[in-house]
């Protein structure tokens, strides 16, 4: 098949795979650094390192080097080995920290749970409520690039807005999620009102009438019959143009503490190697970490177009339970960040996402080996995600998880498996204000609806009786084109001059 039908073919299977209402899969080609418009930069070196001697620390070294930073630049640690007994903080935009590969060793030693390295600061968003404009279209679908306000003139080309979608009991209660069954822990919470008050940060990149156009896609259906939704301008502070690359994140640990089958257990040692707050238009590449207890990566509050490629999960050291050994993380409060290119072992949540995580947000070529549990959405309602072409040897899940934990329930909305491949893969759309898809993807289906011999069933029974409804399934057990979604939907808009970013004046 010519390239021309390719890209004809997947249009056409893009538009077959919309629902009634409008909702469409949307444009996740604007994540990551630049909005994946430009190549990560080889950013300068100003400063370069050694590592102390005879196993000194080095924090305060390093900390004071970023810390005497006057302008943008790399500071090059050269190989060696760094021992770091707290968190190093990179606070202001365009520092880089970069290593000479495998053989820059950042050494996690204090005897505690702790962050090796951060980018970026304590961010709180402000709303300009006065600003405020009700959404007036009875239904924004998902994918739509615009909303319609009533009162236009409160906006203006280039501000940051959030839409705003408010948590209402109908919603809840539609959703089953006012009654999930108590958990033999007695932990189960049901899910309340107040915590589901959503926000979606974009950019204004026109106004046309009515019309707001955004940076990026709705990934949730704004609907009136659930109180609808507001635009609000905003601020959020960030830095920005921040990297850390090339080195070797290593924690110490008790190898004494160990479980009944030997496996090492210690949980007093590095916890993460690298967090993100307050953060935009910044990347983490070519970063291993060895031994962490939690992630290597953590993309938190405000975290923003982050690009993390070609990162390597080593051999983590903790208890195998909750909260534990999730490689790469995506917490409530990052959006448009793009995951590529990275792999785990031994760890128990591949690329996952917490709590209410606004998208859409993107993991792409990412693999997973010997794992403990399953890639995926963890808990509460995390929308807009894209898995295009994952591949891991246990479970690819996107489920009403139900009791698990404290009451994860519905953990992902609006969702795409493009072509990924897994031991076991489940897909369900919540009972309402959200579908998922999996297109192209191989495994083993986790369905009572399939009615076809080479898929056994192995779906989970619930508590309540219910069969939870079937995600929209695709070619299943047999790859499409384009081979990546992200990278076909990059290329369209690219072709058609569709360009984001633009540099901070």
């Avoid at 009634?20 to 650094?33: E, L, W």
């Avoid at 501000?159 to 948590?167: D, K, M, S």
């Avoid at 448009?336 to 792409?364: E, I, M």
């Amino acid at each position: 098949m010519t390239l021309s039908l390719i890209l004809q073919s997947a249009a056409a299977l893009l538009l077959s795979l919309s629902q009634p209402k409008g909702d469409a899969i949307p444009d996740f080609s604007r994540v990551g650094y630049h909005y994946g418009e430009d190549p990560i930069p080889t950013v300068p070196v100003v400063k370069t390192l050694k590592a102390p001697k005879k196993g000194r620390d080095a924090s305060a070294l390093l900390q004071q080097a970023i810390d005497e930073m006057k302008g943008p630049g790399a500071i090059l640690l050269k190989a060696g080995t760094w021992n770091l007994d707290t968190t190093v903080v990179i606070p202001r935009s365009g520092i880089v920290l970069r290593g000479e590969g495998e053989k820059t060793r950042l050494v996690a030693t204090a005897r505690k749970q702790y962050t090796l390295l951060k980018i970026g600061r304590d961010s709180k968003r402000k709303l300009d409520s006065a600003r405020k404009s009700r959404i007036s279209d009875s239904y924004t679908p998902v994918g739509q690039l615009w909303v319609r306000v009533e009162t236009p003139g409160n906006f203006r080309k280039g501000e940051r807005v959030v839409i705003f979608r408010p948590g209402t009991q109908e919603w809840i209660t539609d959703l089953h999620m006012d009654r999930i069954p108590m958990h033999p822990s007695g932990t189960t919470k049901q899910w309340r009102v107040a915590e589901y008050n959503l926000y979606w940060e974009r950019i204004v990149t026109d106004i046309v009438d009515d019309k707001i156009y955004l940076d990026s896609p709705v990934v949730m259906a704004i609907d009136d019959q659930y109180g609808g939704g507001l635009l609000i301008p905003c601020a959020t502070p960030r830095i920005s143009e921040c990297g850390i690359e090339n080195m070797a994140l290593i924690s110490v640990f008790d190898e004494s503490i160990k479980d009944d089958q030997g496996r090492w257990t210690d949980e007093q040692h590095a916890w993460t190697g690298i967090s993100v707050q307050g953060a935009e238009h910044c990347w983490i590449r070519n970063v291993s970490t060895t031994y962490f207890g939690y992630s290597l990566f953590s993309l938190r509050t405000g975290s923003r177009n982050i690009t993390v490629e070609n990162c390597r999960v080593y051999m983590p050291v903790s208890i195998v339970t909750g909260s534990r050994r999730y490689a790469f993380n995506l917490s409530t409060g990052a959006e448009l960040c793009l995951v590529r290119d990275c792999s785990c072992d031994n760890d128990r949540h591949g690329c996952v996402t917490g709590a209410r995580v606004c998208g859409p947000n993107v993991f792409l070529r990412c693999k997973g080996t010997t794992m403990w549990s399953d890639f995926g959405p963890h808990h509460r309602w995390s929308t807009g995600l894209l898995y295009d072409n994952i591949d891991t040897d246990y479970q690819l899940d996107c489920q009403d998880r139900d009791n698990w934990g404290s009451g994860h329930g519905w953990a992902g909305a609006n969702l795409v498996f493009w072509n990924c491949r897994s031991k076991t893969i489940t897909c369900q759309s919540p009972w309402v204000s959200a579908q998922n898809w999996a297109v192209g993807c191989i495994g083993t289906i986790d369905s009572k609806k399939s009615g076809k011999k080479e898929f056994k069933n192995t779906t989970r029974t619930y508590k309540d009786g219910l069969q939870r409804p079937d995600g929209i399934f695709y070619s299943h057990g047999k790859h499409v084109e384009p081979a990546s979604l992200y990278e076909y939907q990059l290329k369209e808009r690219l072709a058609a001059g569709t360009r984001l970013y633009k540099p901070a004046q």
